[in-house]
Structures are given as structure tokens and as C-alpha cells.
């Protein structure tokens, strides 16, 4: 398998779709090991999944692959540090599959400034201040020097709820991109020996001649697998569902489907219902980090007084380190506290969770009763305890 | 054992004392289990070693006995939670033998204001500025609410250099403290249905007189232990260990003797030589957060640009999850990035180096090689990598 993997593409196998709803299961394989989909993936913006060991990672947690973003790891520590390791995973010591994003999203929402021209864009570090240029070229070089196994074309995100005009051109820019983006891709080879996978983005924001548009370009390019980006970012929910329900019967069924940015735990579960495989957030560790924990029976705010002293575990359902050695008291103690291990243990539960989540709605949609199990989960997670 | 430890005192057993130097090898017997010496003991300040899981203490560091403080878990979560919990082992799950500090340290160092009279300390709290009155009877009954295994006499810490009338009248205004410490414990039983030990602290400055005064009028109350206050607040290093040099000898040979708040590694080893059995400090600790790291061939400060591309384990021959699995680059950028996951290294890097110093150093004696082995290791630990 190892010996496959290093020398070929990026391969999904899909094993089955729910009977109920459009669900699926698969395996992706890469050079860094198997993904069992539908699967979340930590966001680990510039090399770390924030206050979680490596380890932890995969004993804990049981995360099967990581994001890396390449706005940031550009920036700091930089693709010449990067190189000289020998890429990302030799850089941080995680040896399974990364998934690198392409910064377009962050040198929107994060550069001082920023100037978007056909060529690509121009911004403003947030750190120093200092000029810089991301072009479809360029950020294909970049995640061949990160050494990602899945990247990501480099795209223009619009802002939530952008009009038609402003949509369609955004589009076309971004096709105009992604062609910019395979060409470059296919005219280079990866720098550590494993081949690596480009995902195109579908855009069109929620106007669904757009995202038909776009996802037809998209699949059109016959690539390993396809992205919905644009979605989550404002949005009314139901919206964000209407767009995903409607792309992904235009993706090509034997690609996995990865839903950029998204999302609750609820989410998650609405999203794999509509057939998406693939999901990424900050918010089980960003949330963490504000003491909002996600459970198995529902949300917990532990800044909450009540908590002071619920010497219960975190979720003893849940099961794990984090989830079960520690008490909310003691939890609530350390966020209050502002203690850096308040952070480790949240991140460590509510990581652990979603990636219990998926884990679960995979047995679910495997034994044929994920929808029922489904409504009975959104219900819970809507909860707050 | 267990049932012994439970329900009897504290007990020490010397094993050997080495032939060159005063250094000592015991074993220390409490209810949560046995504490091979000499030893140090992380800081744990609010009922959490910073930045570490209580699970890696106990597996990548090897840690035998932690701290608690007073001051810090009297304000926060405050007594009534600890009670409700079962003590500070029931509330932040570790299980191992916990030792607390009087407070007294806290109250002159960190508390807003504070007024020293005959019958205690009036302070205000460093987070809320409320006030708070610590007495040698209150500060007993809050560290039985704690439940620590050793727990500490309040006594007034002087500021260093103190003069010579300022340090007798506090030591005095100390041994009737300390008096009044020993006659409360003695009257009061343990919460929790295992034994506490209370360790009175030998004070007098830099006055050998007044630490023969103090060691004896410490050494007459015949408790299980004994600590050595006031020292590496300030004063010259020299004077540190003429001082350490001068009252060891003073204290009963049978007993164990906790040097408080010190120190750097090297500090360590020259103690263990003068015969001190226990240390604590925040060192290990504080210093990872700020990139300092103390490693077998000398210390690093990791946000020197040499580190950058050094892809090279932190400290290879040290050994362990952290020092092993994660490169100098690596922790650099986290470091340099204000990544969490930088001080969670570093802390736990730091700490892991921290015991297998003074579990080398009791090799070294039980061998009868310690002398020669401290002289090469302070050569080492000198250097400035």
C-alpha cells in the first residue's frame, strides 16, 4: 500500500451511499496513509492544530488528516525554512496527510491590505507589514514547497451575499485561475518524492446558474477530488444548504467532496447528509479556547457558574483522555483561570468529538440507519446544557 | 504499602549518604505513593503544572510529586469547591503525592497591598482586590481543605539582604508562627482519610546565627520534614550555598530537607552536594514559555536565528516525546509564531530534563560517582548554546 501510494495519485474508493439521503462513505488514499471519509480535519493554520500535541492528535483525537494554511506557513516560518526540512510533515513531525489551503482566504480576510488584479493578488503581511504577491502560479509553487498531499487552487472568495454582478465576475476570475492553477500544477512535479493532489474550488456563491457553472468547469478538469468554497461565510443557513444540495449531484460521483470552512457539528451532519465527504473549521478548536465545549449531549458554555462544581467528566459518553480524566469543574477552573492547559484540554474534547462524529455517521450510513440517527444527533447538538 | 500509607505519618528512609560530598539518596513514603529523592518538583501553582497534561507529567516527565499553591488556589476556585472536589488530587486528577506552599510567599510578592501584624496578614487579592486575612491557624485549615500530603508552616518571608534587625524580628514573629502552625495541625485530623505531614521553615537570612537559632527551634518540634526558606530571593549565589552549606548539618539526619524555590539546574546539583533532598521553582517552566530551554549540553534560548533551520531533535540524548520527536526549527517558529504548542514543548521539554537530573544525580550517589559526575555536568550546564 505504502509502496502504491508514494508513486501514484491520490485514489477514492467509494464503499456505499445512504439509501435515505445522499450520505457516503469512502477511503481516500495518499502517500501519508488512508482517510476514512465523511471525515472532519483539524485546522492547523501555521503548522500546529493550536494547544494539541502531535500526539495527541492521533492517540486522542484520532485525527486522520490535518490543514495546513499556506497564507500563513508563506509567511512564517517561510517556504525557504519549510524546503530545508524536507516540507510540512517533516517540519511538525505529523506523518499522515495534510491538506493545504491556498491562502486566497486569508489575504482577504487577514492582509492589512490587499489589490486583486488579473494576475493575482497583492497584500500587506498582518505580522510585519511587509509587500508580497500570490498568483495562481506562484501558490501552486508554494504548496509544492509546503509538500501538502491534497492542495488547493487559489481562488477569489466574495464576500457573503455579493451580488450577481460581482459573483459572476469573481467567478470567472476564479476559472480563469483554477485553468492557470492545473496548468502549473501539471507542469511541475512534487519535491519530496509522494505524489500530491489539486483540488479545483467551486464558487458561484448562492446563485445557483453560477455554481452550476462553476461546478460544471470544475469537473470538467477531471481532477482527484472537488471543493465548495464560499459557503459558511455569512450566509443564512438554509442557504448554505440549498447551494450544497444543489452542487453536489453536479460533482462527479467517484470524487470526494470537501466543503470548505464548515462548520457545527449539526452542520457537519446536514452537509454529509447532502453528500459532502470532507470538512474543516476552527471552530471545535477556536471555541475551546473560549471554554464552548460540543458534546454528546449538546453544547456547554463552561464559564457557566453552574459548572463550578459538576465534578462529572467532560463526556463520559464520548470516552477518551480529556473527555473523561478531567471534570467540568476543574475544566471550568482553567478556562476562568486563563490556564493554558483550560485550552489543551477543550481543544483535546471538542476535537475528540468531531471526530467522534464522523466516525459514527460513517457506522451509521454503513448499517443503513444514519438517517434516524441524524435528526436524533441535531437535536441533541441543538441543545444547550 | 498502600494501607500503611494511608493511615500513617509520612515516613523517610535514608538509603545512603555519599562519600565525597553531603549528597543524600531516601525514599519518602505518603499516602499517594513514594518519592524517590533527591527530587524536584514542578510547579503547580492554580492545580496545574503550566502548559503540561497532568498524563505527560506522570509519562514523558516522571514526575514523582507536584506543587500547589495556597494563595493562588484559596482565590481561585476558593476552598468550598476544593472541599465539594475531595481535595486538589480529586479536582485536577492527579494522583500522585501533591505538596502545598504555606502562601505566605504569594501574599508578599503578588498580593495588592498587605499588612503584617502579630496575628496574621491583612492582603488583597491580586485579581479582584479583595481582602483576605491569612493566619498561621487559617492558613492550616485551608491547606487541610487542600489536602496536600506536605503541606508548609506561613512564615514572613523577608526581602533579600534584609538587615540584620529586620531579619530577627521577623524570624521570631516566624517561630511563634510557626508555633502556632504546629499546634493547629496537631489539633485538627485530615478530610480526606489519608495522612498530612507539616514541614516548619528554617528563616534568618544570610545571619548564620540566626539560622542555627532557626534551625533549631525547627528541629525541636520533631516533624517529618524540615524546609530551608528565604534563600534565592536576590541574594549573591555564594551566599545562597554558605547558607544551604551552614544549616543541612543542623537539621536532624533522618529527615527530609526541601530547599524552597530553587533553582537553576546547576543550583540543583550543588545543593543535592550540600545535602538538601527536595527542590521546587517555576523555572523550568516559566523559562519554556520565554523560549529558554536547559538540554544535557548546555542551555538554548530557541529564538536565536541559528535554530532556524536546526532540524535536529531538541535534545536527542535526553530522550523522551518532546525532546525527541519535535526539532529546535520547529519549536522556534512556534515559539516565534506565540503558539501554544511552543510552550507545551518547551514546559514539557524543560521539566522532562528537570528529573532526569535529579534522578541521574541519585544514580551518581548511590554509584559513588556523583562528585565527579556534578563538577562535568555544571561545566556543561554553563554553556550558552
Redesign the interface.
Known sequence: MLFFSYFCHMKFTLHTTDVHTRARVGTIETAHGNIETPIFMPVGT???V??????DLVQDIQAQIILGNTYHLYL??GL??LQ??GGLH????WEKPILTDSGGYQVYSLAATRKIKEEGVTFSSHIDGSKHVFTPESVMDTQRKIGADIIMAFDECPPAMSDYTYTRKSMELTHRWLQRCVNRFDATTSLYGYAQTLFPIVQGGIFKDLRAESASFASALDREGYAIGGLAVGEPIDVMYEMVDFVCPLLPANKPRYLMGVGTPANVLENIALGVDMFDCVMPTRNARNGMLFTTEGTINIKNKKW??D?SPIDATLGG?AST???K??LR??I??G???G???ASNHNLTFYLWLVREARLQILAGTFHTWKTSMVEKLSRRM
Chains 1, 2 share one sequence.
Do not use: C, S, W
Not at 493550536?50 to 500526539?55: E, F, I, L, P
Not at 517533516?90 to 513531525?93: A, C, E, L, V, Y
Open positions: 501555521a503548522g500546529t493550536k494547544a494539541v500535541h502531535q500526539r512564517r516560518p525557504d525554512i530545508q526540512a517533516k517540519f511538525n513531525g463550578e462544581n465534578f483522555y480524566h478531567y471534570t469543574a476543574y477552573h482553567l476562568q483561570a490556564e493554558m492547559l485550552a489543551m484540554i
